[in-house]
């Protein structure tokens, strides 16, 4: 069965998802990218972006279950690109030339633009429509194959309060960002439905996953 799933998705302690003041210089804004650090060491980071060395363990055990089974991907505008990017005919996005996604990928705007084709099998499409219809049009370019949930916090929440997420990798980072963009407002009670897990790793994260029950 074609699953709906968000890995390796980071937080702070305090709930957020990103920071503040997101540019094309700061795409996490004042985060910059500690949410990420414990990603970063990882030996799959190092392998997936042509180094070498890094940790194995509980945190790169974690970070390579990112693609394994993945049809297609579904992201918010801010994920995308910088704020104000739709107004630039030229961007394609944070990651070059040759996007780590591999598969059809979903943007969610309401500046909406032809399709753009990158090299190693990522397309980007622009879509202005509902979670639910998004995930109606990604299940189908998946074929039969799991979709990614990739953020921002915002998309995730929308995806989580809908009920549409099967299962949930959330990292908990131990820093405090105080502003930004949080992951758990308006959820109360949303846990209900879900196998709740923690695993904690020497990094200092801690990792959360809410699978759903019954699954």
């Not at 194995?56 to 297609?72: E, L, M, T």
């Not at 070059?96 to 598969?103: E, I, L, R, S, V």
């Not at 929440?157 to 809908?162: K, N, P």
Request: hydrophobic share 35%.
């Amino acid at each position: 069965m074609s699953l709906v799933r968000v890995q390796n998705f980071s937080i702070s302690l305090d709930g957020f998802g990103t920071g503040e003041g997101l540019s094309r210089d700061e795409p996490f804004g004042h985060a910059g990218e500690r949410l990420h650090e414990w990603m970063f060491a990882t030996r799959w980071w190092n392998e997936v972006t042509g180094g070498s060395g890094g940790s194995g363990g509980i945190d790169d055990a974690f970070a390579r279950q990112f693609a394994p089974g993945i049809g297609a991907e579904i992201m918010g505008a801010g994920k995308f690109g910088y704020p104000g990017w739709h107004e630039d005919p030229e961007w394609k996005g944070w990651w070059g030339p040759n996007p780590p996604f591999h598969t059809p990928t979903f943007i969610l705007t309401h500046h909406p633009r032809p399709s753009i084709e990158m090299e190693g099998g990522t397309t980007f499409h622009f879509l202005d429509t509902s979670p639910a219809e998004a995930l109606k049009t990604a299940r189908e370019a998946a074929d039969g194959k799991d979709v990614r949930i990739g953020g921002g916090p915002t998309v995730v929440r929308d995806f989580f309060a809908a009920g549409l997420i099967d299962h949930m990798h959330v990292v908990v980072a131990p820093i405090l960002l105080g502003r930004g963009v949080r992951l758990w407002d308006e959820l109360e009670g949303q846990e209900k439905d879900y196998e709740v897990e923690a695993t904690s790793a020497p990094s200092g994260v801690t990792h959360l996953t809410f699978t759903r029950r019954g699954l």
